[in-house]
């Protein structure tokens, strides 16, 4: 996502994977301080990722569901990068967590 703008619902970026691909993304659903959904493209692959964030005593719960879906000769990527999704899912998160803190403590 572009550092340099403010989410916002249709927000549109390009990012560089792990494992190399450049897909499209936009954001799909927006409502601040609770839910977050953005959806991929590459070539024959879509993928969604949606975060809910729940409060909590100590600061915030974030829950993630994900789904991968492809078409034709795709369809067989999809179904492994699926299997493979929630280990890039939790190192996500894990990041923008470490970055959340940092911007809070200083």
Known sequence: MPEDEEPHLGQTWTELTVVGVRPSLEVVE???FRSWAERGTWR??????????????????????????????????????????????????KTAGHRIAQRADG
């Open 30 to 32: 927006f409502v601040p």
């Open 44 to 93: 024959g692959v879509e993928a969604t990722l949606r975060l809910r964030f729940i409060a909590t005593r100590e600061g915030c719960r974030v829950v993630a569901e994900g789904e991968v879906a492809g078409a034709g000769m795709y369809a067989v990527a999809a179904r492994s990068s699926g299997l493979l999704a929630g280990r890039a899912i939790a190192a996500d998160l």
